[in-house]
């Protein structure tokens, strides 16, 4: 364990009343003589613990020199690279709020929590540019100063490569994460200096038993909470090693990563899992490297659970994290794991299925979930509402129906909300149905979740046309390239249905419940 840091019989944590959380990440390794270790392997370069920690000097001090000061925000809209850790932990080092959203977005969504967040300075990977740059425009005046990552590189190399860590309490607010919503913007979910300790030791060290001699490789990228955990957060803990790849996560270029750099644990989302599936089917491997597989984001079908074990040999431990509450809360475990479940709750994490009235229901029965515990975000940025609805009394409400099987086992059953997890990733069905109404032969749109062949759930749109007539395949065509086109591109529909008119209630609003057949 790390001296001055340590974890009560009952999960709490105990830290230092004044700390940074850079320390015990970063800076700890080299007096523990991890100085020449391998931090960081990509398949440009190698970063060593030494290499690291002057860089996150360097990057602190970079930022200062920027005119940042302790509390403000750094929108960093970084691809997944060495540069990545030097933002966030030099922010983090010198009291800045690093904040990473999905790179994945579009230029509306970057004007929005460029503006929402306040930030001081946006750092961007220059593939990001076509996005970031018209949103800085839109802004116009309001526009923060904004740096390429490279830019930004020079100014690091000519920093000073020490720097004092600013002092902070372990609740303090550390970095935020964006979350988004079935209706209304994304929301900026804030988290303290402690939370990265929390679910590191509870779900890294406890469930999946991290060490020193780990490699971690996520496909699912840093941007997400979960690839913030496995790729980054879990082998820094522990003085292991990181392996990062910025290509899009394809199952060429996975099991390239995988076969060159010998991970021994692979974190993963069950979209792509699928797709390394039916490229297994193609061309069989085994992953020798390999000691545990993880999932999450949405649910992992049972039928994929077995497929990827008589193929590989390694089980997939699926698990239930969220945004709010850093990381996985619920999971599977090496010697303690049943396929088509998310497994049991993590050490340390409390959790109550209850009804609408807010009552326990009764083992077996189905419910909504909350769970407390010390990794959950403090609140949303800017929106006392949704803080108030989500976060009550440290309960924190995670949207999802669930129930346990008589061995104690907990069984997704989908969202309280509309809401649709699309390759791990949220999707708001309002957000795409106002793409659809943009077509000018669109009348009325209604998006819903639908099972693809792996049982996987993408958007279905399901519209009503201004002339019934003009159903066609060339029509749905120019409707999946909108959204496309529009929306960041996992959102875009993989089955258009035209229908007369949609279901309603009396007040007018969509029962997408209805569609969802
Ligand atoms: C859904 C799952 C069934 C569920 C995440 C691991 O996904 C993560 O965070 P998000 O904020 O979404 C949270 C929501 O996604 N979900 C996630 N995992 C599962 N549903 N089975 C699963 N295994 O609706 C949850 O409320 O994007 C996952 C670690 C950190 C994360 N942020």
Known sequence: MVQGIDFGPDHKVRLPARFNVAVPFIDRHLGEGRGTKVAIRTAQETVTY????????????????????????????????????????GAIKAGIVPVPPNTLLRAPDYAYMIDDSGCGLVVYSSEFAGEIEPALRQLADKAPRALTVDSFLAEMATAAPSLAPHLADPGDDCFWLYSSGSTGRPKGAVHAQRDMVVTSELYGVRVLGVTESDVCYSAAKLFFAYGLGNGMTFPLWVGGTAVLDERRPTPDATFETIETFQPTIFYGVPTLYAAQLAALDAKPRRFPSLRACVSAGEALPADMFRRW?????????????????????????????????SGKPVPGYEVKIVDEAGKPVAKGESGRLWIRAESTAKYYWNKPEKTAETMVEGWLNTGDTYRQDEDGYFIYEGRSDDMLKVGGIWCSPVEIEGCLIGHPAVLEAAVVGHADSDSLIKPKAIVVLKQAGEASATLTDELMVLCKKTLAPYKYPRWVEYVPELPKTATGKIQRFKLRA
């Not at 709010?324 to 049943?338: S, V």
């Open 50 to 89: 030494a290499q690291l920690a002057e860089r996150v000097n360097r990057t602190g001090n970079a930022l200062l020199a920027l005119g940042l000061k302790p509390r403000d925000r750094l929108l960093m809209v970084v691809k997944d690279c060495p540069a990545f850790f030097h933002l966030f932990w």
């Open 309 to 341: 074990k008589d193929k590989t040999g390694t089980v997939i431990l699926d698990g239930i994290g969220s945004t709010e509450a850093l990381h996985i809360f619920i999971g599977n475990r090496l010697d303690d794991f049943r396929a088509g479940t």
